[in-house]
């Protein structure tokens, strides 16, 4: 079962819960809100179940930023702080749209004792988040912006029936881009400019596409 599929099945488990149904509350926000305070997230937890969310720390001397944390369709927030108790300092923006399920952290809490299903999800998800840092971390450390952008593109890109597909970071802005990889928009726009001579990437206005994602593959360094 792909990612995609069990975070659909968790998102329909979690909103059939007697907890979840009893408790929950709908929350929409706009582009460019800023919709998950470190005060909230001592009280609630988050389940997207639409839309984008960056999650992301800013040196406010330099004005740079690095991104965290996307948050698209099947993602939770905080599990940190739900593990812990202690409130994080991130800084949140939505990229798009976004639909969040909001529910007390006692009830998730509850979920995870009593809902065998969400448990083995919910511990999936922690390795996931915990790998994604990691490799954050050894990427800023060892590669240049342009084995990172490489790196990024292969873990958002997706092959269904042969055609492969970038998702979730097809149609961010530059500057987000170059958040995600710690650097700024104009050492990605030449990493993009490189790759699209190469022909292994399409720009468009407002979105990026995989031309040949075996390309791609070829000149990740792992």
Do not use: C
């Amino acid at each position: 079962m792909d990612t995609q599929t069990s975070q659909q099945l968790v998102l329909k488990e979690v909103q059939s819960s007697p907890l979840v149904v009893k408790n929950q509350k709908d929350l929409y926000f706009k582009k460019g809100d800023d919709p998950l305070s470190s005060g909230d997230t001592l009280k609630y937890f988050y389940f997207v179940m639409s839309g984008k969310i960056k999650i992301y720390d800013i040196d406010f001397e330099t004005s740079k930023e690095q991104t965290l944390y996307l948050l698209s369709h099947g993602d939770m927030f905080d599990v940190v702080a739900l593990l812990d108790g202690k409130p994080n300092q991130y800084i949140s923006e939505v990229l798009e749209d976004t639909h969040l399920i909001q529910v007390p952290l006692a009830d998730v809490k509850q979920m995870i004792l009593d809902d065998v299903k969400f448990r083995q999800y919910f511990y999936h998800y922690i390795a996931a988040q915990l790998k994604s840092m990691e490799d954050l971390a050894v990427s800023l450390s060892f590669y240049d912006v342009y084995q990172r952008v490489i790196q990024l593109f292969t873990r958002f890109t997706q092959t269904v029936d042969g055609e492969s597909k970038l998702r979730v970071i097809d149609n961010l802005s530059h500057d987000d881009l170059a958040s995600m990889v710690g650097s700024v928009r104009k050492v990605v726009n030449r990493a993009l400019q490189r790759l699209k001579k190469d022909g292994i990437i399409e720009v468009s206005r407002k979105n990026i596409h995989i031309k040949n994602f075996q390309k791609l593959l070829d000149k990740l360094t792992v």
